[in-house]
């Protein structure tokens, strides 16, 4: 596990001690950052910079999709369904960085749930759904696996790119590292 | 030159015969390392010691030639020979293509980017260039 993630679990340890509500931080801290920090400006992308826009539009709806899923198999795990309202967020977020920069996402579908047409992103969903349906705790390790998986991708992504594209992965990335801290703590109560 | 339609079936059958080395030679490199984490999945999820060493295939050669033992054993028992049928193809610019196809009757699709050695199967390459 990297640097960035054992910081932020320290952080999050010392606000949760000051008297900071884990609710409160879930709810706000992923998006509070856009607001304060988003520009106006724009600036031209490279070719590569731009194939990565699209993956991690695709990507996101990965996990989005998951969560509908585990959410329907584990009704009474309130966990998915809330972190699965925040992560159509992030699609959403990922989407208008492709919009803003004329990356064309027409053939993407983002309605069909559990649906991809890279091999490699439906073999992803398929191994969580087989995986997840063992049992609750499964599931939710799923969850936690898809955090990190998350994380480091957006990391990766956002080295080299703009400001106004790294504060929106930064953003993102936040908004994971809560999920993740999320499912952790339901790992514990499982 | 192998041409994108023709490298998916190769691609299809190189896989789930478990041969990787075909499989790597199909692929940009980071094509073929998104590869070994997605479909290294499940034995990740099953075995503690295969997530890890599949954590360092990247800068560790050792344990990328044993990630690539393992994974293909586990697809070669999968047992799984789906129907490939090549549906059209899309050019992306002179040096992209997508091919539309059905796996199992399920639209699927591959990027293709056209390198130095040929075309390669490349996640990345999704797009539409000038």
């Known amino acids: 596990m990297n640097k960035t993630i054992k910081s932020r679990r320290n952080f999050i340890s010392k606000m949760l001690v000051a008297g900071v509500s884990g609710a409160t931080l879930l709810s706000t801290s992923a998006y509070a950052g856009g607001r304060n920090n988003a520009k106006a400006t724009s600036t031209v992308l490279t070719e590569e910079q731009k194939d990565t826009l699209f993956y991690i539009y695709q990507e996101e709806k990965l996990a989005r999709d998951t969560y509908i899923k585990l959410g329907k198999v584990y009704p009474d795990e309130s966990t998915f369904a809330y972190i699965q309202l925040s992560e159509q967020r992030h699609i959403d977020s990922a989407r208008e960085l492709c919009v803003k920069y004329g990356v064309d996402i027409s053939q993407v579908d983002e309605d069909a749930v559990g649906e991809f047409e890279l091999p490699i992103l439906q073999e992803h969903y398929d191994t969580f759904m087989i995986e997840g349906d063992h049992s609750l705790l499964d599931a939710l390790k799923v969850g936690e696996h898809i955090e990190v998986m998350d994380i480091d991708d957006l990391e990766t992504a956002a080295v080299g790119m703009p400001s106004d594209v790294a504060n929106v992965y930064n953003e993102l990335k936040e908004g994971s590292l809560n999920h993740l801290e999320a499912f952790e703590a339901a790992i514990s109560r499982a | ?130």
């Open chain 2, 1 to 130: 030159m192998l041409q994108p339609k023709d490298i998916i079936g190769v691609y299809y059958d190189a896989l789930y015969s478990g041969d990787l080395e075909t499989v790597k030679s199909l692929m940009t490199e980071v094509s073929y390392f998104m590869t070994l984490e997605s479909f290294g999945l499940r034995l990740s999820f099953r075995d503690a010691a295969f997530k890890t060493l599949l954590e360092k295939v990247q800068e560790d050669g050792v344990a990328l030639k044993k990630v690539e033992e393992l994974l293909s054993k586990d697809m070669l028992s999968r047992e799984y020979t789906p129907n490939i049928e090549i549906q059209n193809i899309e050019d992306n610019g002179d040096k992209r293509q997508t091919i539309n196809y059905t796996e199992d009757e399920k639209p699927k699709k591959l990027y293709f980017s056209k390198e130095e050695n040929g075309w390669k199967i490349n996640y990345y390459a999704g797009r539409k260039v000038a």
